[in-house]
């Protein structure tokens, strides 16, 4: 059974770390997305690659994220330095993306606490 | 500005009972459309989607959607809800006008069922 897996699960880290998040995307999907889910936002899209190309990443706040994919099997986002309005859970969702039907499958996501 | 509503933020329904969840979009164009399902301290699941085709869709779990163009609506439904049902689910909507740079998805602000015994 395929499955998006993420690391961590949970993150506590004091204001001004830097955090970093990887996502192994099913293998063979050349989607990735990285979404944001707090109560008060809900799901909020960050970014998403397409065969490892940035695609889109205007949901990301620019001056202390940041997401890349080193290669098809690893993508991650990192948040430097971290602020406590960063504490959310993060997912990670891959998929095809035949004539941009994107199934997408979402991973366990990351709790992250910032103190 | 294009936008996915679900107007009803918590549901309360009797085990057993049907289920109907709404979902309604604002779009230009005939958005692929979807439903996820989250449990608590869980990634979301695909319940099941809409490309083109057949207005009714069956997806897992027994539910089932239907695509209503006039309404712009893809509502949610379950004939006999399980306590087990009880989650929040996610409505969502694609453009297939963007093709291949397109994929992600706009996603409703989600309606989270509660199951009475």
């Known amino acids: 059974d395929a499955r998006v897996t993420q690391t961590p699960r949970h993150k506590v880290t004091e204001m001004g770390q830097e955090v970093t998040m990887r996502c192994q995307p099913i293998?063979?999907?050349?989607?990735v997305f990285w979404y944001r889910q707090t109560m008060m936002q809900g799901l909020e899209l960050l970014a998403y690659?397409?065969?490892?190309?940035?695609?889109?990443d205007s949901g990301m706040p620019k001056d202390r994220f940041s997401a890349e994919m080193p290669d098809a099997t690893l993508a991650t986002l990192k948040i430097q330095p971290s602020e406590p309005r960063d504490s959310a859970v993060y997912f990670c969702?891959?998929?095809?993306?035949?004539?941009?039907?994107?199934?997408?499958?979402f991973g366990p996501g990351t709790r992250l606490t910032v103190t | 500005a294009q936008s996915v509503t679900q107007p009803d933020i918590h549901i309360t329904v009797s085990e057993g009972a049907s289920l109907e969840l709404r979902c309604n979009y604002s779009y230009g164009a005939t958005p692929y459309l979807f439903w996820y399902v989250q449990s608590p301290g869980q990634g979301l699941q695909l319940l099941l989607k809409?490309?083109?085709?057949?207005?009714l869709v069956q997806g897992i779990k027994g539910f089932e959607a239907e695509f209503k163009r006039s309404q712009s609506s893809f509502n949610l439904r379950k004939p006999s809800v399980h306590w087990s049902d009880a989650a929040e689910y996610f409505c969502a909507v694609g453009a297939p006008w963007m093709g291949n740079q397109g994929g992600k998805l706009i996603f409703g602000q989600g309606t989270e069922l509660s199951v009475k015994p």
């Open positions: 293998l063979g999907h050349n989607t």
């Open positions: 809409y490309f083109s085709g057949d207005t």
């Open positions: 969702a891959s998929g095809l993306a035949p004539r941009g039907r994107v199934e997408q499958y």
């Open positions: 690659f397409r065969n490892r190309a940035p695609l889109d």
